[in-house]
């Protein structure tokens, strides 16, 4: 054992979007903090190989499809030439970049860094093995649980095939195979289904479900699935892979259900797309007081305190929603804790964005849940057809809509499906946090013409006074 470190006042395990946030604030409020993770630098997955180079392909996915979508416009490019090397280069340099910047961003904290991996020898102790296979013991006040979560695989999938992808291979570029299919109509894998379709892949996607996207609401699915139908081979729904048989040239899948018109097809990559698994195990958290649940997430409080008082979890391996911006929130909450702040993770909306085009956004109640819960509301829409900006784009087949409580006008909800609406659900996330009521996005002024003004005229319409739409007039 070294005696290098034999102790700091907060272990984070995991250098991700919740533990690197956390181990950064803990710092600036003055506390000694330690991070134990198998990278060189903070980032996680969703740095390495998952948000970040992900939205970097899809930013090339994105230019290639307006530039074929110009067409419309009268104005043709020709076939865009992929020069394969250079654009994994782009999205490997943009993963570097941000990466050294974390590093130095730690460093400047004076947060000891060790790269290796954490397990619990009890309630206050951690044995670490390092890369370099130096083993060394870390005592600790406070310790926090940020080891993410990992692609789930399908029991009796060959996943050691070569031509056997998962979101985080995917990623990779190995090459821009001719056929592909996408086993999982979520969110990851229509993503990376659109990357591929962009760059000449001709890809099928199979759900077992009767919809993609089942997180979202029905309504802004529909528009996603008409729009992405003429860029896939096919979308096959209620229907699941049976079988999968590895050839020379690939992979040869056997469906079953209602989708399946073939029941065999041969693909030359498979990537499968089904979820994520908590990283919960080989933590040594057997050792502790720290309790997991039956799906393998650990259990916390509103402080995100888990049944031993001084230990933490945060991010994918706590809970649902998946989300970085999430670990993020209650990474910083965690720290506050420790520092001694009343505070709690008691957010009203977390947003959820799928970066598909068009891509589709939501926060707070939608109205799926609202149905489920037999909640009332009242839902007002905005087509896209009636903007402006829209209209410019020729992107008319966005919505923007509102989930208001009929009884006091506030906004509870916000779904949006259009080019952009990443970034416009901040301003639902932000009146939701707020307590605002639809009459304060109908009176706040927008630009014009933008599309954010898809808020303002949802509000509008609620109200039966929306300049753009006619609807009968609501007593306020």
């Known amino acids: 054992m070294s005696d290098l470190k034999t102790k700091t006042q907060v272990a984070i395990i995991g250098a991700g979007p919740g533990g690197y946030p956390a181990a950064f604030l803990a710092a600036d409020l003055g506390l000694e903090v330690t991070i134990i993770d198998p990278e060189d630098n903070p980032g996680g997955v969703c740095l390495y190989r998952g948000c970040i180079p992900s939205k970097a392909l899809l930013h090339s996915a994105k230019v290639i499809s307006e530039a074929e979508h110009l067409k419309n416009l009268g104005i ?47 309630s206050e102790t951690l044995e670490i093995k390092k890369t ?41 570029l190995p090459g821009i195979p001719k056929t592909m299919l996408v086993v999982g109509g979520g969110y990851i894998g229509l993503e990376l289904g659109t990357v591929y379709a962009a760059l000449g892949t001709k890809v099928s996607v199979v759900e077992m479900t ?31 892979v049976v079988e999968i048989e590895e050839t020379k040239k690939g992979i040869k899948v056997t469906f079953e259900g209602e989708g399946a018109e073939e029941k065999e097809l041969n693909f030359d990559k498979v990537l499968v797309s089904v979820g994520r698994k908590p990283n919960s195990e080989n933590l040594g958290l057997e050792n502790t007081k720290v309790e997991i649940d039956s799906k393998g997430f650990i259990t916390i409080d509103a402080q995100r ?26 990474g910083r909450t965690v720290a506050e804790v420790i520092a001694g702040r009343d505070v709690a993770f008691e957010p009203n909306a977390i947003p959820a964005v799928v970066f598909t085009d068009p891509e589709i956004a939501w926060c707070g109640l939608t109205e799926t849940e609202a149905k489920e819960k037999k909640i009332n509301i009242k839902v007002a829409r905005f087509p896209w ?42 301003e639902g996330v932000l009146a ?19 599309l954010s003004e898809t808020v303002m005229e949802s509000a509008e319409v609620y109200y039966g006074l929306s300049t753009h739409m006619y609807k009968p007039k609501r007593d306020r």
Request: charge should be negative; glycine fraction near 10%.
């Open 385 to 426: 057809g009636a903007s402006g900006r829209a209209t410019t784009l020729d992107r008319n087949d966005g919505v923007t809509k509102l989930i208001i409580d009929p009884e006091t006008d506030r906004v509870l909800g916000m779904g949006i499906v259009g080019p952009g609406a990443g970034e416009l659900i901040a």
């Open 76 to 122: 043709t490019f020709s076939k865009p030439k992929i020069d394969l090397d250079k654009l994994r280069d782009w999205k490997n340099n943009v993963v570097e970049k941000l990466v050294g910047g974390l590093g130095i961003l730690s460093r400047q904290r004076k947060i000891t860094y060790i790269q290796g991996r954490a397990k619990f020898v009890d």
């Open 305 to 330: 305190r888990t049944a031993d008082r001084n230990i933490f979890a945060i991010g994918d391996v706590a809970g649902e929603p998946m989300l970085a911006h999430k670990a993020t929130h209650e």
């Open 210 to 240: 009767s919809g993609l996207m089942q997180g979202a609401d029905r309504d802004l699915v529909r528009v996603l699935q008409k729009s992405s139908e003429p860029i896939y081979e096919a979308i096959l729904l209620d229907t699941k």
């Open 132 to 172: 370099d296979g130096e083993v060394i013991e870390l005592k600790f006040e406070h310790a926090v649980i940020a080891t993410g979560s990992r692609p789930a695989q399908i029991p009796g999938f060959p996943n050691d095939s070569p031509h056997l992808l998962n979101s985080t291979s995917a990623l990779d």
């Open 432 to 450: 939701i946090e707020m307590g605002a009521l639809a009459s304060d996005l109908e009176l706040t002024i927008h630009a014009h013409p933008t």
